[in-house]
């Protein structure tokens, strides 16, 4: 059932994202949703923004098909933060109110969805209470990094397409393929090649904080269910990239006393495009760390010792370091661009 499951989600997660962001566009462009480029921005010719839209309607109807009997927690999270998100994309409400609402959201997807609702990790290091505190503030970084770092033509694209890869060969490798599991990654995926083909560089379409944010909380999900599987070194090496690229820019914004919520072109990958690096090119680079990733992660799952899952952490976490260092002062003299 689970390998059914993979395999059917992910053929259809790829061909209905392609129609729904077909019909999408020249929805977007009538309603006038258009990202209209700024000093801040990494690209230069409006673009229709709110894909994600058609992302998640998707993914609402390919969860009802597969998990009919579900309670509609799970359901009614990702409607309420995708118009929320969506609404924002126009109208810009205050950091405090997103924040606010996105609290709100997982605090009830938190404690009430049932396959996540009780899982416990440290309770035998910390008390209850600051477990559950230190796992909400980790969705609610999660799902906004993921906004963060969703600032280049492909690159949400290429880190869903890692984190599904990455995620079910893990899962599959450890026997623990379980129908919720791998629908996720099986979507995950499918979404991410199929908007792959609208976004890559020149973009057709954005996704828009309707599907940044959203599809960060997806992932996240999906994350929180590899560590719930003794997967948790998987988790951490898939996003040794995302994490460390946004984290770090983070504080150094912080540190310069800059107001960390404000659009910029910080980034390690927005500084490559600024030294002239094309976006795909950025992205073929990140991808390439990616694959190497999801091997790293092959090899931890397949010898779970201490010293294989310690030795792949400090692998993944040197390989990241290095293609921070890469983006910022050696693509674009190591790469033939136009």
């Known amino acids: 059932m689970s390998t059914y499951i993979w395999i059917s989600c992910f053929i259809l997660s790829f061909f209905i994202n392609i129609l729904m962001i077909k019909i999408c566009i020249p929805i977007l462009k009538k309603i006038n949703a258009i990202d209209t480029p700024n000093v801040r921005s990494s690209h230069s010719i ?4 709110g894909a994600g839209i058609a992302i998640i309607i998707s993914l609402l109807l390919l969860f009802y098909f597969f998990f009919p009997k579900e309670n509609n927690i799970f359901l009614i999270s990702m409607i309420i933060i995708t118009l929320m998100s969506f609404y924002n994309d126009y109208k ?28 416990t990790f440290l309770n035998a290091f910390i008390p209850m209470w ?70 890559w560089y020149p973009a057709k379409v954005f996704l828009g904080d309707a599907g940044s944010i959203p599809i960060g909380l997806l992932n996240a999900l999906l994350l929180f269910l590899l560590c719930k599987n003794n997967l948790w070194f998987v988790a951490l090496i898939l996003n040794s990239y995302y994490l460390t690229d946004s984290t770090f820019t983070l504080l150094k914004r912080i540190k310069n006393n800059k107001k960390p919520w ?8 927005q500084i490559a495009v600024q030294n002239g690096t094309k976006h795909s090119s950025v992205c073929k680079i990140i991808l390439l760390h990616g694959m190497l990733l999801i091997l790293i992660s092959i090899v931890a799952t397949i010898k779970p ?18 293609l921070l260092y890469y983006l910022k002062n050696k693509l674009t003299s190591d790469l033939d661009i136009n």
Not at 105 to 118: A, E, S
Request: proline fraction near 2%; charged fraction near 10%.
């Open 46 to 49: 409006p673009t229709p923004k």
């Open 92 to 119: 810009q409400l205050s950091v405090l109110l997103r924040l606010s609402f996105q609290s709100l959201i997982l605090i009830f997807i938190l404690t009430l969805w049932t396959p996540i609702k009780d899982i």
């Open 130 to 199: 600051l477990e559950k505190t230190v796992i909400f503030f980790a969705f609610l970084w999660f799902i906004n990094l993921f906004n963060f770092m969703d600032g280049i033509d492909g690159i949400s694209s290429i880190q869903c397409i890692i984190i599904g890869l990455g995620a079910t060969l893990s899962l599959y490798l450890s026997q623990k393929t379980f129908d919720l599991e791998l629908f996720l990654s099986a979507f995950i995926t499918g979404a991410g090649i199929a908007f792959l083909f609208f976004n």
């Open 262 to 269: 404000k659009a910029h072109k910080e980034h390690f990958y």
């Open 305 to 322: 010792t201490i010293l294989f899952i310690a030795t792949s952490i400090i692998i993944s976490g040197a390989s990241t370091c290095y």
